[in-house]
């Protein structure tokens, strides 16, 4: 293991819970008291002072997610939390429910899973998001629901909280990543929304309008500033555009560091009462492991103080193949297993995102609004030259759009113009599509729905090399936080 890196002299942290190397066991109960009484006097000098926060520890419910657990990654620098976000619904009220289309059955998965990284220096947030989706293999394990036992098989990574809980959730994302977790945190639809509005709401801005019909949100362009249940529509929403679960979670992003800088803007940190306000209604509806506490809270509280926008960063795991098709399961999303070891180690070395993932790009790619990777595209061939909609089906998945890779006949094989095809509701997604086919003619189709079409006509030359204007619209690059907020 190597050497931890010593603290700068201008930052004169403690030796605290959280600062010291994650997997160190037996320390005496004398220095855990002495640690927590210094814990204490600099909090008190510091404003925010014990008897404002006791008894917060006891707000929690709790989960151990690390029982039993053998064979885990080596501990790294800094410290690793698995943040869960659950469908759960259970204390919404039905005036909520019908507000914000929060009615069904909830599936007992994992909408949101994501490892926040804090530096060891207390300096850099780093968040990795997963994808729901994501192609997992479990490992051995006892079904929670049925009690039946199971060996490792293939499911989508969502799916290992209904299967296993806390637990088996955690144990599949360290044999996928080799990332160690120090924490765990588990977040729902209530304890999101009491969040949310206990900050006062959080400042979000989009350039397009946003509309989902299944969670009824409907942002016009500009800046809004989304209350809790506002919030929640807001980044659940999955059909704003063809970039699915993908945009999604370019959305998640993009709201979590509007959240930091809300908290670290609004003097929050700073008040005792505020503070514990905020710890309260976000304690009080979450679930977390047993080493997660008031200690944690604080002293993450205390390191967020010199926190700005661009002292967090995001990215998603880069994806190697969409729609991977296991028998089964379904359509799932296959990591790239090159570009995610080299993002997994530098969580695991406590190095900067930006820096290890840093990527020459493509130079002589023409820049659209919606990268390649985000797009569906059904290719149909509109002539009687056999083999075209193969030819155009290969080159526009050559590029990076997400095609069904069975290309089929147009009704009318007489077209001589090809055409893009599109439902309004994915008008930039269609811009993007049409660029990378020169000349092509954009056709507007009401209910046509997620998947764009392309019917090949007679004046088809090739597919023009594209790719997004900006990383966090797409491509699977880092973003700092004041990259993705409003200007």
Known sequence: MPPTPSRSPRRPYPSRRLSRRPGRRGRPRWAMRATTTLSVVLLAAAGIGHSVVAGLDADIAR????????????????????????????????????????????????????????????????VVSLPRDSYALTPPHTDQVTGKEHGGHPIRINSAYAEGGPQLTVRTVENMTHVKIDHYLEVDFTSFMKTVDVLGGVRICTAEPLKDTYTGLDLAPGTHTLKGGQALQYVRSRHTDASSDLGRMKRQQRFLAALVDRATSSGVLLNPLRFRDVTRAVLGSVRADRGFGTDELLDLGRAMRTFSPSSSEFTTVPIGRMDYVVKGVGSTLKWDPVKAQRLFRALRDDESLADAGARPRDSDATRVEVAPQQIRVQVENGTRTAGLGKRVDAALAATGFRTTRQPVSAATPSTRRTVVAYDPRWDRSAKSLATALPGSELRAVKGLGATLKVIAGTDFHQVRKVRADQVEQGESGVVRGDEVGCS
């Not at 507000?99 to 060891?120: F, K, N, Q």
């Open 63 to 126: 989960v151990d997610p690390f029982k039993d657990m053998k064979n885990r990654p080596r501990a790294g620098h800094g410290m690793n939390v698995l943040l869960v976000g659950t469908d759960g619904r259970d204390h919404i009220t039905e005036t909520e429910r019908r507000r914000y289309r929060l009615g069904g059955a909830p599936c007992h998965c994992t909408d949101t899973i994501m490892i926040v990284h804090i530096s060891e220096d207390r300096e850099r947030a780093s």
